[in-house]
């Protein structure tokens, strides 16, 4: 088993279900990482980036 691991957030899941789901697999959170997603639209023909949500994942390390 490794030492590090990163676990994502998935689309229909709260964080404390990803938080509950690396305990289960023996990992404790270290780091919180967050970042927008963004969705390109045509505009008055240039392209625009609209805000559409944001990812957000964890990296756990092992629990000894």
């Known amino acids: 088993m490794s ?3 990163t676990f ?3 689309e229909h899941e709260t964080i ?3 938080l509950n789901r690396m305990k289960d697999e023996g990992y404790v959170p270290v ?3 967050e970042k927008p997603v963004f ?3 045509k505009q008055n023909g240039e392209t625009i980036h609209v805000p559409i949500g944001r990812e957000i994942v ?3 390390k092992i629990v000894t």
């Open 3 to 5: 030492k590090k691991k």
């Open 8 to 10: 994502r957030v998935e």
């Open 16 to 18: 404390d279900d990803c």
């Open 31 to 33: 780091r919180r990482m």
């Open 39 to 41: 969705e390109e639209k």
């Open 58 to 60: 964890f990296e756990g």
